[in-house]
């Protein structure tokens, strides 16, 4: 029976939701794609179909947390809203979305807590590292165009207080993906979107 676009696609996004469990499980060095073939109820054949190696499904895995955050960089950029407002809204998509979507919470917990990053990821890292680049620079300008602005402090520089809003939303990421018990996420963004929007109050 010949296989349609739509049956390949929905076999591609099983193999990657096998991968992300259990590469949430286990780690990324102690999963095998024969884990990740069994995981599906598939042969290895399938994931050779899809993907050349580990590291490519490793990628696409990746992919659930890095392509919401490369869409949120692009929103971000053309939005016409004031500036505070918009970075009011990145980050209240970066810390929602860990709580109400599980692809993209787990994909960030392997990459942060569940990964060795040895040298056959760079390819991997490096595009982790563009994406850095980007929300850091794209926060960077919201704050150049709040201080034009009048909202945003003038007494430091822009990507001083773009890379400080950066680190502040990714360390609650990594300390509550690391210990969820120890604060209520979904509860405290509002207080955590406060104390990052209080940095660049004028």
């Not at 073939?37 to 490793?58: C, M, Q, T, V």
């Not at 807590?113 to 850091?136: A, G, M, V």
């Not at 003038?154 to 210990?179: N, V």
Request: aromatic share 10%; hydrophobic share 35%.
């Amino acid at each position: 029976m010949r296989r349609t676009k739509e049956d390949a696609e929905k076999t591609r996004q099983q193999i990657i939701h096998s991968a992300l469990s259990l590469f949430s499980q286990n780690g990324y060095t102690n999963t095998t794609l024969a884990n990740i073939a069994a995981h599906a109820g598939f042969s290895r054949g399938p994931i050779y179909w899809h993907f050349k190696n580990k590291d490519e499904l490793f990628e696409a895995v990746l992919r659930l947390s890095q392509d919401p955050l490369a869409e949120l960089v692009e929103t971000s950029k053309a939005s016409t809203s004031t500036p505070r407002q918009t970075i009011d809204h990145f980050c209240d998509c970066w810390l929602r979305w860990l709580v109400t979507d599980a692809g993209y919470r787990q994909s960030f917990e392997i990459f942060l807590n569940k990964t060795e990053l040895t040298n056959n990821l760079d390819r991997t890292l490096k595009r982790e590292q563009e994406l850095t680049n980007d929300l850091i620079s794209t926060l960077a300008d919201l704050v150049t165009k709040g201080q034009e602005s009048g909202d945003v402090r003038g007494d430091y520089p822009a990507d001083k207080l773009g890379l400080i809003c950066y680190t502040q939303l990714m360390g609650t990421t990594q300390t509550w993906l690391f210990s969820p018990r120890l604060f209520n996420l979904e509860e405290d963004i509002p207080f955590i979107k406060q104390q990052i929007l209080r940095l660049l109050d004028a």
